[in-house]
């Protein structure tokens, strides 16, 4: 098992910056890609950012690049997700999730963290 805790989430205004933190704790955290993803209201959840294993691979949906990194630190357990020029459209609840395989689909994690909620105004 594998026990995710997000935070850093709140209010914002559009072209500000946030920091999202994502602490596991359970089984060893470098057996597992790391993803970010987002859900807002009414439309299904959606992938954000990926990150492999020991952190040398990197994908992001292409809304975000440019925008959000994505990082870890496997001595503290913890995952990252840096957010600059953040936009109206970035409101979402933000999920971090772990899985055996570096992946975009939220299919390919088996575990999830309760998330923490971005509101970005205009």
């Known amino acids: 098992q594998v026990q995710l805790v997000e935070s850093g989430g709140g209010l914002v205004q559009a072209g500000g910056s946030l920091r999202l933190s994502c602490a596991a704790s359970?089984?060893?955290?470098?057996?597992?890609?790391m993803g970010w993803f987002r859900q807002a209201p009414g439309k299904e959840r959606e992938f954000v950012a990926v990150?492999?294993?020991?952190?040398?691979?990197?994908d992001y949906a292409d809304s975000v690049k440019g925008r959000f990194t994505i990082s870890r630190n496997n001595a503290k357990n913890t995952v990252y997700l840096q957010m600059n020029s953040l936009l109206p459209e970035d409101t979402a609840v933000y999920y971090c999730?772990?899985?055996?395989?570096?992946?975009?689909?939220?299919?390919?994690?088996?575990?999830w963290g309760q998330g923490t909620q971005v509101t970005v105004s205009s």
């Open positions: 990150i492999s294993r020991y952190g040398r691979s990197t």
């Open positions: 999730a772990a899985g055996p395989q570096f992946s975009s689909s939220y299919a390919a994690y088996g575990y």
């Open positions: 359970g089984r060893t955290f470098s057996n597992y890609a």
